[in-house]
């Protein structure tokens, strides 16, 4: 049985993690932290996971009692917890935000798309979890890469609903204002787009083109278009 810790337990990564992780037949979770919900139920943040689990969010990381920490802070935390925390060497770390996906010297962190980096993962002591559209954006892509015929630059348009931006509220992430709309941000710059290159570079040997990446906020609220029986 693999016992897991878990850090920054009260964000929505973490929520999906632990509803993955309670129903995993070989893994156990021995802590989920959060400063703030210290104490309280899990349920009491993820109410989705109601009669699922009764464990709670506690202030301590006992990390020489786990095989395994998740970081699921938000991006640039991890690395500043690191300069400031101390894990046990035999304790395997996988981070859920963008950190340490580019390598970089120094960075002993494995790319974790099984699809291109498979037996790297299995033994690897740090993972890097991909990011949301650059996995999506990927799987598209890298079966072209493989046979190295990405030589134009890509266009890509891609949509994120409101959980990709995390669970602290923005003015831009509220129901009323992204309901039924749509808006782009970041065009030609988002986050992901270096570790998608890094990966088609990986596989495709070079990459002499661009990656045109235009992300949209946006939700379809379906369910009022639904006929009333």
């Not at 390598?103 to 033994?123: C, F, H, Q």
């Not at 949209?216 to 006929?227: C, E, F, M, N, Q």
Request: glycine content about 10%; aromatic content about 8%.
């Amino acid at each position: 049985m693999i016992k897991v810790g878990i850090l920054g337990g009260a964000g929505y990564t973490a929520g999906e993690l632990i509803r993955l992780l309670i129903n995993h037949p070989q893994a156990e979770i021995t802590f989920v932290n959060s400063e703030s919900n210290a104490g309280n139920l899990i349920t009491d943040v993820h109410e989705g996971l109601c009669g699922e689990t009764g464990i709670r969010f506690t202030s301590e990381m006992p990390f020489s009692d786990v095989d395994v920490v998740f970081f699921c802070f938000g991006h640039g935390k991890s690395e500043a917890f690191l300069k400031e925390h101390a894990i046990p060497e035999g304790v395997k770390i996988i981070d859920l935000a963008q950190d340490f996906r580019l390598e970089r010297e120094g960075n002993d962190y494995v790319y974790g798309l099984p699809e291109i980096n498979k037996d790297r993962i299995a033994s690897a002591q740090h993972v890097a979890n991909p990011g949301c559209f650059a996995t999506c954006i990927q799987l598209g892509l890298l079966p072209a890469a493989k046979l190295g015929i990405i030589e134009r630059d890509v266009m890509v348009n891609a949509i994120t609903g409101s959980t990709g931006a995390g669970v602290k509220p923005g003015s831009t992430t509220h129901f009323s204002w992204r309901n039924n709309n749509m808006s782009i941000y970041k065009p030609f710059q988002h986050q992901h787009v270096p570790e998608i290159r890094q990966s088609i570079i990986q596989v495709q040997g070079h990459l002499d083109a661009d990656i045109d990446f235009i992300p949209y906020r946006g939700i379809s609220h379906v369910a009022s278009s639904l006929p009333k029986w």
